[in-house]
């Protein structure tokens, strides 16, 4: 296999996903913070650290007005979601992956291929400075494809005219992007950064594995000379 093109995640990939949640969440404590009785915006910040350590995502906004002594009306939660997702990010790239693009793109397409609301994927993008080192962009959820729907993954390489002996999937999450990636026939490297990298995937194991995605390339090139 000569991998022509590269179909790389984003979140957890190339970044770390929680300075994200983290840079949403200084905005929304900000919000919170404006209502009366709320405390500082430090402490509501905590309260809502607090609640995604201890319970996850999903209802961090109604239990953290809840331990304010806040009703969490509807339309209130609904406002708030609305600026974590319209925020611009104050996020970066993991040191030296920027460099391992630049490398990568010397001998490869590549392309993006990434989960999640599309406006809050193009801020995240825009505010990383990806638009430049790549071919192109999939957003999965605008396409309604998200993964592990491979059908994103086709898109991509329809878009970069390759095939899949000539393309490897790069990507954090076995359940998404290696299964995305068996489902389109496609090879897959597994970087172990972000949320998952501790997580086994009995049933999906990828092609390769790299400590983080600065460690890929060589092990890329590697895959390349096996086949």
Same mark, same amino acid.
């Given at each position: 296999?000569?991998?022509?093109?590269?179909?790389?995640?984003?979140?957890?990939?190339?970044?770390?996903?929680?300075?994200?949640?983290?840079?949403?969440?200084?905005?929304?404590?900000?919000?919170?913070?404006?209502?009366?009785?709320?405390?500082?915006?430090?402490?509501?910040?905590?309260?809502?650290?607090?609640?995604?350590?201890?319970?996850?995502?999903?209802?961090?906004?109604?239990?953290?007005?809840?331990?304010?002594?806040?009703?969490?009306? !509807?339309?209130?939660?609904?406002? #708030? *979601?609305?600026?974590? /997702? &319209? +925020?611009?990010?104050? @996020? $970066?790239?993991? !040191?030296?992956?920027?460099?391992? #693009? *630049?490398?990568?793109? /010397? &001998? +490869?397409?590549?392309? @993006? $291929?990434?989960?999640?609301?599309?406006?809050?994927?193009?801020?995240?993008?825009?505010?990383?400075?990806?638009?430049?080192? $790549?071919?192109?962009?999939?957003?999965?959820?605008?396409?309604?494809?998200?993964?592990?729907?491979?059908?994103?993954?086709?898109?991509?390489?329809?878009?970069?005219?390759?095939?899949?002996?000539?393309?490897?999937?790069?990507?954090?999450?076995?359940?998404?992007?290696?299964?995305?990636?068996?489902?389109?026939?496609?090879?897959?490297?597994?970087?172990?950064?972000?949320?998952?990298?501790?997580?086994?995937?009995?049933?999906?194991?990828?092609?390769?594995?790299?400590?983080?995605?600065?460690?890929?390339?060589?092990?890329?090139?590697?895959?390349?000379?096996?086949?």
């Amino acid at each position: 296999m000569v991998a022509r093109a590269l179909l790389i995640d984003l979140d957890d990939t190339l970044y770390d996903e929680a300075s994200y949640v983290r840079s949403g969440f200084a905005i929304v404590a900000r919000e919170i913070a404006g209502l009366r009785g709320a405390g500082s915006v430090a402490q509501v910040e905590a309260v809502m650290r607090d609640e995604l350590a201890r319970c996850g995502r999903g209802k961090v906004f109604d239990a953290t007005l809840q331990r304010l002594g806040i009703a969490p009306r !509807p339309d209130l939660i609904k406002g #708030l *979601v609305e600026v974590y /997702r &319209d +925020h611009h990010p104050e @996020i $970066v790239l993991w !040191p030296g992956v920027r460099e391992a #693009l *630049v490398d990568l793109s /010397r &001998d +490869h397409l590549l392309a @993006i $291929v990434t989960d999640g609301l599309g406006v809050m994927q193009r801020r995240k993008v825009t505010a990383l400075g990806l638009e430049s080192l $790549v071919e192109t962009l999939v957003y999965c959820w605008d396409l309604g494809w998200p993964k592990p729907d491979p059908r994103s993954y086709l898109k991509a390489m329809e878009t970069l005219v390759t095939t899949p002996e000539q393309t490897l999937v790069v990507g954090d999450n076995p359940a998404h992007d290696m299964a995305a990636a068996r489902a389109a026939g496609l090879r897959s490297l597994r970087v172990r950064s972000g949320r998952f990298a501790g997580e086994s995937f009995e049933g999906l194991p990828a092609d390769a594995e790299a400590e983080c995605f600065v460690a890929a390339p060589p092990l890329i090139r590697r895959l390349e000379t096996m086949s």
